[in-house]
């Protein structure tokens, strides 16, 4: 999600559960030496934060599971990793102001600091990311917010930790959308166009097949899904339902071959429509590809094979 969740990209972290037995208690556990802290790689790091995300964490004196324990860690707190061993391919250990911990418990914090508005008439900011949880406020429509910080829910909805208000809110209802200016093309057989970018809003209108329309901003759902919003007015699309439209610079080319034929579309069975001589410049004002793989190049005429022409 943000454009912080779109361009990018937006803020995925894996979280691996304790395994029983492992990590839960303060029982050293022996791993082969080929895994030991003797034979692991170490490499200084910036510092960053993680989460733990097990029951509990032990810490230890060195980055080693047969280490001994200096401190153990509950689920949900915060530390700071200085430095990094990786000990295999799957585990990777990080050294704290009170030892190592494998961080394969862990959770790395991405710092979360962006600004949208609210695009519904209203609001709900909730104490909790859920939707059962208290209502501590009511946001009306284009108020700006700063989000703080993001978390799921069991239903898989991203929240946003407001600023301003010090509760949480639904993303799906808020515009922190990038500004940009391109063409989409309708790919599905009908979709409908949205109030704001979700599945959840209001329709607006109907956009069949193959209509193509200008958009002015993009932005990401709680499900990861791109929405572009049309600069007519009319609403959000769906970019599982479009593609862009590639925008082509037309180029001249010089025919190579002593004669090529122009055809009436970009096939080699398409009809003759006319002829060129080897030396002869048109402009090419489109380009596509044929079955073959061969591309073609459309001028005022015609198409043309690129296998006989190179760019002038």
């Known amino acids: 999600m943000k454009l912080k969740r779109m361009a990018a990209g937006m803020l995925a972290a894996l979280t691996i559960i304790a395994t029983p037995g492992v990590i839960q208690s303060a029982q050293a556990v022996s791993v082969p030496a080929s895994t030991s802290a003797s034979s692991a790689s170490s490499a200084s790091i910036k510092a960053y934060n993680v989460k733990v995300t097990a029951y509990s964490l032990n810490v230890r004196q060195s980055a080693s599971a047969k280490a001994k324990i200096t401190a153990v860690l509950k689920k949900g707190n915060t530390v700071t990793i200085t430095d990094e061993k990786k000990v295999n391919s799957t585990t990777t250990w990080g050294k704290t102001s009170k030892g190592w911990i494998n961080l394969n418990y862990t959770q790395k914090i991405t710092k979360v600091n962006y600004t949208g508005k609210i695009n519904v008439p209203s ?4 104490k909790n990311a859920d939707n059962t949880s208290k209502v501590v406020k009511v946001l009306k429509q284009n108020t700006k917010v700063t989000i703080i910080d993001e978390k799921k829910d069991s ?3 991203v ?3 407001v600023k301003e208000a010090n509760g949480w809110i639904n993303l799906d209802f808020i515009q922190t959308a ?8 309708v790919t599905a057989a009908k979709t409908t166009t949205r109030q704001f ?3 959840s809003a209001k329709t607006v209108t109907t956009l069949k097949k193959g209509a193509v329309v200008d958009v002015v901003a993009a932005q990401k759902d709680s499900r990861d899904v791109t929405w572009a919003k049309l600069a007519n007015g009319k609403g959000w699309i769906s970019m599982e339902d479009a593609k862009k439209v590639d925008t082509f610079k037309s180029y001249k080319v010089k025919v190579t071959s002593d004669s090529l034929t122009i055809r009436q ?3 080699i069975n398409a009809k003759a429509v006319g002829w060129l001589k ?4 048109v402009t090419v004002t ?3 590809k044929d079955s073959r793989g061969v591309t073609w190049g459309k001028t005022s005429k015609g198409w043309i094979s690129f296998k006989y022409c190179k760019k002038a």
Do not use: E, F, Y
Request: charged share 25%; no cysteine; net charge positive.
């Open 123 to 126: 609001l709900n900011v909730r």
């Open 155 to 157: 239903r898989n909805i």
């Open 159 to 161: 929240w946003g930790k």
């Open 178 to 185: 990038k500004t940009i200016k391109v063409k989409v093309q």
């Open 197 to 199: 970018a979700s599945i």
């Open 265 to 267: 579309s970009p096939n």
């Open 278 to 281: 080897k030396g002869a410049v």
């Open 286 to 288: 489109a380009a596509q």
